[in-house]
C-alpha cells in the first residue's frame, strides 16, 4: 500500500510517497511559499529528475492538489489515481498529555489537536490546515495523526515537573513534553535491531542532532527523559536556538538592551545557539566544523561549546538509567558529523568508550563507532521519520 506522508508548516509542506510493503520512498517534495508570492513545488520520484515548478499556491488546499496532480501526472508521476494512495500520515508537533500515541484522524481528534494549539501556536495550526485540505481533497482515504510529543508521554513525573508552583501545571500543563519523538522511538528501535538485541532489554540515550536538537533517554523500550520541555527551545544549544539558560537573563537582557520579552524569545530562538557563538558566522554545521578545522576562534568556541552540553546531557541521562548501553547520533550532523561525534565522545572516558576512528569517519549509514572493546557501544543511526510516520498510519488502518 502507498502512503502519503505530510509534514505541513505554516507556509511549507514537505511530503513522501512510501510503499509500505517495500518501505521505500517511490516520489518526495516540498510546496514552498505558501500564501506568499512566488510559491514553488519541488518534485522527485525515485530514481528520476527533480522538478521545480514555480506556480500561485494562495494556500495548503492548492498545494496538496499541486502535490496529487505531481503524483499522478501522466508522466512523470508514480501512481495511475489517487485511489492508488491507500493512507495519509500526519506529523502533528504537538499532542500535549492527549495523545501518547499515534490515532486515526477523526472529527474529534481534529478538536482534541485544536485543544493543543496554545502549546504551539508557530505547528499545529498549520498540521491542522494540511489535515483539512487532505480532507477536501481525499475525502474517503483514511489518515492518521502521528505526534512528535508521543513517545515522550511515558517520562515519569519527576522527569515532566518543573520546579514551578504546581498550580501552573494543573491549570496551564505547563510541564516537559520532548519533541523529534517520532525519531527518537525509530532510532532507538534500529539501534536494537541492528546489535541482534532486544529492545526493551537495553538503556539507550539517543542524541538527535541537526539544526533542531534533542537527547532522550530510553529504558526497556520507554523514553524516561528528554531535553527539549513545554516548547523546542530547552536543553541543547542548537542551529539559532540557544537550549538551557538561566531563565533569568530574559528580564536582565530585556532591561539593558530595551526589549521586550516577545523580542528577546525571539533572540533566543533565532539569533542564538551555534549562530550567536560563532559571532552570526553561521548556524550551519558544515561552516562551523570547516572553521574549527581552520582554528578559527569563533568556530572552535560554537563546536566545543555546543558539544560540551551534549555530553553533559549523556552524563545526566547516564544517571538518569543508572547506566548506558548503547548512545546513539542521529539527523543532520549526528549522522554526517565525524568531528562533532568524536569531541563529544572526547567527554565520555569514564563510560570506557573507545571510538573506532575508521567507522567514526564514514557517514550515512546504519553503524557502530566504536570498537570491539569499548565498554559501552555508540552508534550512528540515519534516522528516518517519514518511514515511521508511514509505519504507523499502516498499524493503525489495519
Ligand atoms: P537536520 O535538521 O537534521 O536536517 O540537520 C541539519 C544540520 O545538519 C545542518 O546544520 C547541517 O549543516 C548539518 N549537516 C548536514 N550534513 C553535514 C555534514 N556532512 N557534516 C556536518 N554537518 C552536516
Same mark, same amino acid.
Given at each position: 500500500?502507498?502512503?502519503?506522508?505530510?509534514?505541513?508548516?505554516?507556509?511549507?509542506?514537505?511530503? /513522501?510517497?512510501?510503499?509500505?510493503?517495500?518501505?521505500?520512498?517511490? *516520489?518526495?517534495?516540498?510546496?514552498?511559499?505558501?500564501?506568499?508570492?512566488?510559491?514553488?513545488?519541488?518534485?522527485?520520484? &525515485?530514481?528520476?529528475?527533480?522538478?521545480?515548478?514555480?506556480?500561485?499556491?494562495?494556500?495548503?488546499?492548492?498545494?496538496?492538489?499541486?502535490?496529487?496532480?505531481?503524483?499522478?501526472?501522466? !508522466?512523470?508521476?508514480?501512481?495511475?489515481?489517487?485511489?492508488?494512495?491507500?493512507?495519509?500520515?500526519?506529523?502533528?508537533?504537538?499532542?500535549?498529555?492527549?495523545?501518547?500515541?499515534?490515532?486515526?484522524?477523526?472529527?474529534?481528534?481534529?478538536?482534541?489537536?485544536?485543544?493543543?494549539?496554545? +502549546?504551539?501556536?508557530?505547528?499545529?495550526?498549520?498540521? +491542522?490546515?494540511?489535515?483539512?485540505?487532505?480532507?477536501?481533497?481525499?475525502?474517503?482515504?483514511?489518515?492518521?495523526?502521528?505526534? @512528535?510529543? &508521543?513517545?515522550? /508521554?511515558?517520562?515519569?513525573?519527576? &522527569?515532566?515537573?518543573?520546579?514551578?508552583?504546581?498550580?501552573?501545571?494543573?491549570?496551564? !500543563?505547563?510541564?516537559?513534553?520532548?519533541?523529534?519523538?517520532?525519531?527518537?522511538?525509530?532510532?532507538?528501535?534500529?539501534?536494537?535491531?541492528?546489535?541482534?538485541?532486544?529492545?526493551?532489554?537495553?538503556?539507550?540515550?539517543?542524541?538527535?542532532?541537526?539544526?533542531?536538537?534533542?537527547?532522550?533517554?530510553? /529504558?526497556?523500550?520507554?523514553?524516561? @527523559?528528554?531535553?527539549?520541555?513545554?516548547?523546542?527551545?530547552?536543553?541543547?544549544?542548537?542551529?539559532?536556538?540557544?537550549?538551557?539558560?538561566?531563565?533569568?537573563?530574559?528580564?536582565?537582557?530585556?532591561?539593558?538592551?530595551?526589549?521586550?520579552?516577545?523580542?528577546?524569545?525571539?533572540?533566543?530562538? !533565532?539569533?542564538?545557539?551555534?549562530?550567536?557563538?560563532?559571532?552570526?558566522?553561521?548556524?550551519?554545521?558544515?561552516?562551523?566544523?570547516?572553521?574549527?578545522?581552520?582554528?578559527?576562534?569563533?568556530?572552535?568556541? *560554537?563546536?566545543?561549546?555546543?558539544?560540551?552540553?551534549?555530553? !553533559?546531557?549523556?552524563?545526566?541521562?547516564?544517571?538518569?538509567?543508572?547506566?548506558?548501553?548503547?548512545?546513539?547520533?542521529? &539527523?543532520?550532523?549526528?549522522?554526517?558529523?565525524?568531528?562533532?561525534?568524536?569531541?563529544?565522545?572526547?567527554?565520555?572516558?569514564?563510560?570506557?568508550?573507545?571510538?573506532?576512528?575508521?567507522?567514526?569517519?564514514?557517514?550515512?549509514? @546504519?553503524?557502530?563507532?566504536?570498537?570491539?572493546?569499548?565498554?559501552?557501544?555508540?552508534?550512528?543511526?540515519?534516522?528516518?521519520?517519514? +518511514? *515511521?510516520?508511514?509505519?504507523?498510519?499502516?498499524?493503525?488502518?489495519?
Amino acid at each position: 500500500m502507498n502512503i502519503l506522508v505530510i509534514n505541513c508548516g505554516s507556509s511549507s509542506l514537505k511530503f /513522501q510517497l512510501i510503499d509500505s510493503g517495500s518501505e521505500q520512498c517511490i *516520489a518526495k517534495g516540498i510546496c514552498e511559499r505558501i500564501g506568499i508570492e512566488g510559491s514553488m513545488i519541488t518534485y522527485t520520484p &525515485a530514481g528520476g529528475e527533480k522538478e521545480k515548478t514555480v506556480t500561485p499556491m494562495p494556500d495548503h488546499t492548492e498545494a496538496i492538489r499541486l502535490v496529487l496532480d505531481a503524483l499522478t501526472n501522466e !508522466k512523470t508521476g508514480v501512481v495511475k489515481s489517487l485511489e492508488e494512495i491507500g493512507a495519509v500520515g500526519h506529523r502533528i508537533v504537538h499532542g500535549g498529555e492527549k495523545f501518547a500515541e499515534s490515532t486515526i484522524i477523526t472529527d474529534e481528534v481534529i478538536a482534541a489537536i485544536e485543544e493543543c494549539n496554545e +502549546l504551539a501556536p508557530l505547528h499545529n495550526p498549520a498540521n +491542522l490546515i494540511g489535515i483539512s485540505a487532505c480532507r477536501k481533497l481525499m475525502p474517503d482515504t483514511p489518515m492518521v495523526a502521528v505526534f @512528535d510529543t &508521543a513517545f515522550h /508521554q511515558t517520562m515519569p513525573r519527576e &522527569a515532566y515537573l518543573y520546579g514551578l508552583p504546581y498550580e501552573y501545571y494543573e491549570k496551564y !500543563k505547563i510541564r516537559r513534553y520532548g519533541f523529534h519523538g517520532t525519531s527518537h522511538s525509530y532510532v532507538s528501535k534500529r539501534a536494537a535491531e541492528v546489535l541482534g538485541k532486544k529492545y526493551e532489554d537495553l538503556k539507550i540515550i539517543v542524541c538527535h542532532l541537526g539544526n533542531g536538537a534533542s537527547v532522550s533517554a530510553i /529504558q526497556n523500550g520507554k523514553c524516561i @527523559d528528554t531535553s527539549m520541555g513545554l516548547t523546542p527551545l530547552e536543553g541543547l544549544i542548537m542551529g539559532t536556538r540557544s537550549g538551557d539558560i538561566d531563565p533569568a537573563i530574559v528580564e536582565f537582557l530585556s532591561h539593558k538592551e530595551h526589549l521586550t520579552v516577545c523580542e528577546v524569545m525571539n533572540i533566543l530562538n !533565532k539569533k542564538s545557539g551555534v549562530l550567536g557563538l560563532s559571532g552570526n558566522f553561521s548556524s550551519d554545521f558544515r561552516d562551523i566544523e570547516a572553521g574549527y578545522l581552520n582554528g578559527e576562534e569563533n568556530c572552535v568556541r *560554537a563546536m566545543k561549546t555546543f558539544c560540551y552540553r551534549v555530553a !553533559k546531557y549523556i552524563g545526566a541521562y547516564v544517571a538518569a538509567l543508572n547506566g548506558v548501553d548503547v548512545i546513539c547520533f542521529t &539527523a543532520g550532523v549526528g549522522e554526517n558529523g565525524p568531528l562533532v561525534r568524536s569531541l563529544i565522545c572526547e567527554h565520555l572516558g569514564y563510560l570506557g568508550v573507545e571510538l573506532d576512528r575508521d567507522a567514526n569517519n564514514r557517514r550515512g549509514e @546504519d553503524m557502530v563507532i566504536t570498537t570491539k572493546d569499548s565498554k559501552t557501544t555508540v552508534m550512528s543511526i540515519p534516522t528516518n521519520e517519514e +518511514l *515511521a510516520i508511514a509505519r504507523e498510519t499502516v498499524r493503525l488502518i489495519k
